[in-house]
DNA sequence: CGCCAGGGCACCG
DNA sequence: CGGTGCCATGGC
């Protein structure tokens, strides 16, 4: 991989294991809107970048060399060898080696884990749209140019301000969130460097944050790849592939997963999550 | 109309 | 402890 600077965008070469469409469309992240095929404009980080890939060559729109270093290399976890993850995970696995083959291009975001935490309370028994809505409510409520708000923006906010976003039962949660953090009672810049069931139990500190929502902020923004997330669709897949259709139970799952997957189990979550969703498995199942 | 969605809580026995 | 109803909303 490598860039050169071309009018004021950063063109990025000889990517691989990198699919646009798939890392933003694989349900990790939110604030994304589609604008062509393999070009998205993308809302993290504080800021709004427009990226367009075409072949094993990634264009980010605006941006130099020194903020693709200071922010997008490590945002798109763009250093670690996919080649050699999905080799590992799937290897003796015809059923990994399908779900990886489906959707090569997927990659763990390393997200922030304040704006993780949130869309992932209010992700909870709710589907991929309307999350995205109701976060992007809020973002144009109470944010600044359509940026996540940031805890000051929300410190204010009451519980029907978010009810009136739509975000239902989950405003108390919301709500919880924002003033434990407030209050210092939860800290997030001091989970990075605890151990992984730790960070977990602090987490869950917060009404609305059980097992699962802390999983994808632990996954998906302080770098705990070895989480194994499972929301209903993992359930069903795992126990539809590896079960003989035998529905298991979370903790079933959770040690199958261990056992099998180890420090990996986060990718190959997030291989079968996208296989479940968008494969033949999709389209549900008939009565 | 009923079921479902990147669940978790409160309350039960 | 493990199981069960409930929570708001919108799409199908």
Known sequence: MNYYDNNGSLVIKGLKDFNIEEILECGQCFRFIKLDDLKYS?????????????????TLYDCTADEFEAKWRHYFDMDRD??????KISC????????????????????????????????????????????????????TDGNFPTLEQLSDVTEDDLFALKMGFRNKYIYDAVHKLLAGEVRLDTLIDMPCDEAREELKKIKGVGNKVADCVLLFSLGHREVFPIDVWVRRVVSELYFDGEEQSLNAIADFARNKWGELAGYAQQYLFYYARSGSMGKQTNP
């Open 42 to 58: 993308v809302t993290a980080l504080g800021r709004v970048l427009t990226a367009e890939q075409k072949g094993d060559s990634l």
């Open 92 to 143: 003796d696995d015809e059923i990994m080696r399908s779900a990886v083959n489906y959707a090569g291009g997927i990659r763990l975001l390393n997200q922030e884990p304040y704006e993780c935490l949130l869309s992932f309370i209010i992700s909870q028994n709710n589907n991929i749209p309307r999350i995205k809505g109701i976060i992007a409510a809020m973002s144009n409520k109470y944010g």
């Open 82 to 87: 996919y080649g050699a993850i999905k080799e």
